[in-house]
Structures are given as C-alpha cells and as structure tokens.
C-alpha cells in the first residue's frame, strides 16, 4: 500500500506540470471566442463609419471623375436598305489637353465619424486638330454641324457649383446638362467659324466642383497634362498611373501627370458606341482590364484621413494568439522558478486584460487615431497586469520580468503593423529570438 501511494504521489509530482501547461493552452484557445466578438465589433464599426461617409458624400458630391472635352459629330449615312440616311455619331478626342486643378479641402464630422469633402476649380485648355474625321473617311458634306456638340461627363452632377462655361475659340458657351446612359453629361453645341475649314480648333473648359474622397481625370488627349495642388497634407495618388512628379509637405501637396496616346486603350477616334464613357474609379491592375470603358484609364488623387485604424485594428487582433501565448509562456516560467502557485482562473483573467487590449484600442482609435490608441491601451494594460500579477506573486522582480515581456511583446507588434515590405522578416526574426529567450530561460526546468 505504502508502495502504491509512493508511485502515485511520484506520478503527480511529474506530471501536474505538464498538465497545467495543457490547461493554460486551452485557456488560450478559449480566449479566442471573445476574440471574434471583438474582430466582428471592428467590423460593424469600420462599416458604420462607411455608412455615415457615404450619406454625407450624397448630400455633398460623391468622387468625381471628369472626362472630356469630345467632340461629338452627327453625319449622314446612307441606308440602301431602306433608301433613306440614317444619323450616327463619331467621337473625336483633342490633340492636346491640359488640365490644372486646385483643390480646398473640407472635413466634416457626424458624430465622432470624420468625413473628407474637398471643393475645386478646374481649368481645362487644348484644342482639335485640323480634320475632325481624317481616319474615319467621312467626307465634310455628310456632317451635321448643326447637331454636332461638344461633350464633358462628370461622374457627379450633384458637385457643380457653376454652370460650366465652354469658350471655343472666341465663342463663349455654357453647358447644359443631358442625361445620357449610366454617366452625367454635359453638352455645348459645336459652333465656331473654323467648322469645315481644316484649321484646328481651340477650347477652354472651366468647371467648378465639390466632391468626397477622390478627383479623377481620364487623359483623353493625345498628350495630356494634369496639375493639381490642394493645402491638404495626406493625399494618396493612385489610378491607372502615378504622377511623374510629386511633393508633399506641411503646406499641402502639389502633382503633375503626363500622359501619352501610346499608353491608353482607345483609338483617337471611332464611331457608334464602341467606347462607353462611364465613371470608375480604378485602384489595381485588374480594373484596368475592361477596355471599352476609357475612364479605366483615370488617374487622380485619394483625400483620405489618416486616423481611421479600423484596419490596422484587425491587423493587430491577427498577432492576438501570439501575444497571449508568448505572455502566458513567460507567466508560467516565472511561476516555476519562483515556486509559486498561480491558479488557471487567475491565467484566464490575466487573458481577458490581452483580449480587452483591443477593445480599447478600438474605441480610443476612433478619437485620437491609431497610434497614440495603441500606446494608451497598451500602457493600461501593462499596468493592470503588472498590477495583478504583483498582488499573486508577491515579488516585484517577477513583475518587473512579466511587465518588460509586455512592453517587448507589444513594441514588436507595433513595429510589425508599420514595417510593410519587411513584416515578414521582422517577423520571422523576432519570433526566432523569442524561441531562444525561452529557451534559454527553461533550461533551469527539472521533469522532478
């Protein structure tokens, strides 16, 4: 009997380790159930934020893409089937088109949601070449000049807060606007005294508009120019192209595009419906693969506003299981080399500080932005571990231990968040230094 309860008490002291190490596991397991609730509630917070931006932007003007100025000529086909001409169109891009744009910001706020709005005054200058229709073989007798207009589409006609003037050549004309397909068009008719004559033709363009979030153009001529300066400081150039040049600085930003025929995916000219002039707003090469619709070609400028952290949030919460785990892994080490007794509910509490971490991180991120959100929430919680673990282990070496573990584990998280093209080898690194940390400091470890 004596023998029996040696062999038993034997098999406890060897083993209650190992089996606490498994529950601590399932312990960090099960952190991860409150861990998706938190990962859901970022979600319904980044959706509501797009929610309450989209309602403002279609009380103000949506993102805004111009394209045009075309000229639009009516001619005078012959139908043999019926015996009668028909009409139809062809579309003539200018040879030269430059476009300068000044951009005011303007921020509005619903609630604790920050919405970005901008006005702009535009100035469009370029000009026809001398034989509107020369590849298309129409002859001058069979246009309708009388039909004949000029074309200019923006992607929000809600953003005008002018009626666009027009000046071909001398003449001086305003717009009006004519609901055509899916996109907003606006249109002039095409009078001057050079119609016909095979001398090119001269424009001028000025549109005043506001609109949210994105200003787009669609480089339209044979060789387009775009500048553009806004006084606001964090603008995102993205688009079927980048600017050749670009600056940036506590007084705004100023761009400027070059664009060349040779780059786009449409002819200078072409008849019928061929080429569609809707509005998109392209970010990847995939949504440059629909060549009929010329504004895939648009370039322009992101406004955005750099405190939304929704999704470095969710970024942060991947890294979740790591710092638990690496946490709970010191935890347990203190606990064996100062030969104290932690109890599992008290890991689980400890826990539930870690997965609270990213509550806070979620609601503070929503009024001072990202960074200051992690540096508060991380502090508080390194402090209310640091705190607790004081009060169960009564040593403040094993607290001082436990809090640096907190402040290494959280700094390298924050580090991975902003270090982009070298995440992954900060990652792997850092991961292979901890192994060996951990390592190193179980080597006292004794199976009895």
Same mark, same amino acid.
């Given at each position: 009997?004596?023998?029996?309860?040696?062999?038993?008490?034997?098999?406890?002291?060897?083993?209650?380790?190992?089996?606490?190490?498994?529950?601590?596991?399932?312990?960090?397991?099960?952190?991860? $159930? *409150?861990?998706?609730?938190?990962?859901?509630?970022?979600?319904?917070?980044?959706?509501?934020?797009?929610?309450?931006?989209?309602?403002?932007?279609?009380?103000?003007?949506?993102?805004?893409?111009?394209?045009?100025?075309?000229?639009?000529?009516?001619?005078?086909?012959?139908?043999?089937?019926? =015996?009668?001409?028909?009409?139809?169109?062809?579309?003539?891009? *200018?040879?030269?088109?430059?476009?300068?744009?000044?951009?005011?910001?303007?921020?509005?706020?619903?609630?604790?949601?920050?919405?970005?709005?901008?006005?702009?005054?535009?100035?469009?200058?370029?000009?026809?070449?001398?034989?509107?229709? =020369?590849?298309?073989?129409?002859?001058?007798?069979?246009?309708?000049?009388?039909?004949?207009?000029?074309?200019?589409?923006?992607?929000?006609?809600?953003?005008?807060?002018?009626?666009?003037?027009?000046?071909?050549?001398?003449?001086?004309?305003?717009?009006?606007?004519?609901?055509?397909?899916?996109?907003?068009?606006?249109?002039?008719?095409?009078?001057?005294?050079?119609?016909?004559?095979?001398?090119?033709?001269?424009?001028?363009?000025?549109?005043?508009?506001?609109?949210?979030?994105?200003?787009?153009?669609?480089?339209?001529?044979?060789?387009?120019?775009?500048?553009?300066?806004?006084?606001?400081?964090?603008?995102?150039?993205?688009?079927?192209?980048?600017?050749?040049?670009?600056?940036?600085?506590?007084?705004?930003?100023?761009?400027?595009?070059?664009?060349?025929?040779?780059?786009?995916?449409?002819?200078?000219?072409?008849?019928?419906?061929?080429?569609?002039?809707?509005?998109?707003?392209?970010?990847?090469?995939?949504?440059?693969?629909?060549?009929?619709?010329?504004?895939?070609?648009?370039?322009?400028?992101?406004?955005?506003?750099?405190?939304?952290?929704?999704?470095?949030?969710?970024?942060?919460?991947?890294?979740?299981?790591?710092?638990?785990?690496?946490?709970?892994?010191?935890?347990?080490?203190?606990?064996?080399?100062?030969?104290?007794?932690?109890? *599992?509910?008290?890991?689980?509490?400890?826990?539930?500080?870690?997965?609270?971490?990213?509550?806070?991180?979620?609601? $503070?991120?929503?009024?001072?932005?990202?960074?200051?959100?992690?540096?508060?929430?991380?502090?508080?919680?390194?402090?209310? $571990?640091?705190?607790?673990?004081?009060?169960?282990?009564?040593?403040?070496?094993?607290?001082?231990?436990?809090?640096?573990?907190?402040?290494?584990?959280?700094?390298?998280?924050?580090?991975?968040?902003?270090?982009?093209?070298?995440?992954?080898?900060?990652?792997?690194?850092?991961?292979?230094?901890?192994?060996?940390?951990?390592?190193?400091?179980?080597?006292?470890?004794?199976?009895?």
């Amino acid at each position: 009997m004596s023998t029996e309860n040696e062999f038993s008490g034997f098999s406890w002291q060897n083993s209650k380790w190992m089996i606490k190490g498994l529950i601590i596991g399932v312990i960090a397991l099960l952190l991860m $159930i *409150p861990l998706s609730y938190i990962r859901e509630l970022v979600q319904e917070r980044e959706k509501r934020a797009k929610e309450v931006s989209a309602e403002v932007s279609g009380k103000w003007a949506g993102p805004q893409n111009l394209i045009g100025p075309i000229a639009v000529i009516e001619y005078n086909e012959p139908d043999t089937a019926r =015996k009668t001409t028909v009409s139809r169109k062809a579309y003539v891009l *200018p040879e030269k088109l430059d476009i300068q744009a000044e951009v005011s910001p303007r921020e509005k706020h619903r609630s604790i949601f920050r919405v970005m709005l901008y006005d702009a005054k535009i100035r469009m200058t370029g000009y026809f070449r001398e034989n509107l229709l =020369k590849d298309l073989g129409i002859s001058p007798e069979k246009i309708n000049w009388e039909r004949s207009h000029m074309l200019l589409s923006i992607a929000d006609q809600k953003g005008l807060n002018k009626p666009i003037q027009l000046t071909l050549d001398s003449t001086r004309i305003e717009m009006e606007q004519e609901a055509s397909g899916t996109g907003d068009h606006f249109t002039a008719p095409l009078k001057s005294e050079k119609n016909g004559t095979g001398t090119k033709l001269s424009f001028s363009v000025d549109v005043d508009l506001k609109g949210s979030h994105q200003l787009f153009f669609t480089p339209i001529g044979k060789t387009t120019t775009v500048s553009m300066k806004s006084s606001w400081q964090n603008p995102s150039f993205s688009g079927a192209s980048l600017p050749q040049n670009s600056e940036i600085g506590k007084g705004g930003f100023t761009a400027n595009w070059v664009s060349f025929a040779h780059t786009q995916s449409f002819p200078r000219q072409w008849t019928g419906e061929v080429f569609k002039l809707q509005h998109r707003f392209p970010r990847d090469a995939a949504d440059y693969e629909s060549r009929s619709e010329i504004s895939s070609q648009a370039f322009g400028v992101d406004l955005y506003i750099p405190v939304n952290g929704y999704q470095n949030t969710l970024r942060s919460i991947k890294y979740a299981l790591l710092c638990i785990l690496l946490t709970f892994a010191a935890f347990f080490i203190i606990e064996l080399t100062s030969k104290s007794s932690v109890h *599992p509910f008290q890991y689980g509490l400890v826990g539930l500080a870690l997965i609270l971490f990213y509550s806070l991180l979620l609601s $503070i991120s929503e009024y001072t932005g990202f960074n200051w959100a992690y540096l508060i929430a991380s502090v508080a919680t390194i402090v209310l $571990i640091g705190w607790f673990v004081k009060q169960i282990l009564r040593s403040g070496r094993s607290t001082t231990i436990l809090s640096f573990v907190l402040v290494v584990v959280y700094s390298y998280v924050f580090s991975l968040l902003n270090l982009e093209d070298y995440s992954l080898l900060f990652g792997s690194v850092g991961l292979f230094v901890m192994l060996g940390v951990l390592m190193y400091f179980s080597k006292k470890l004794k199976w009895q």
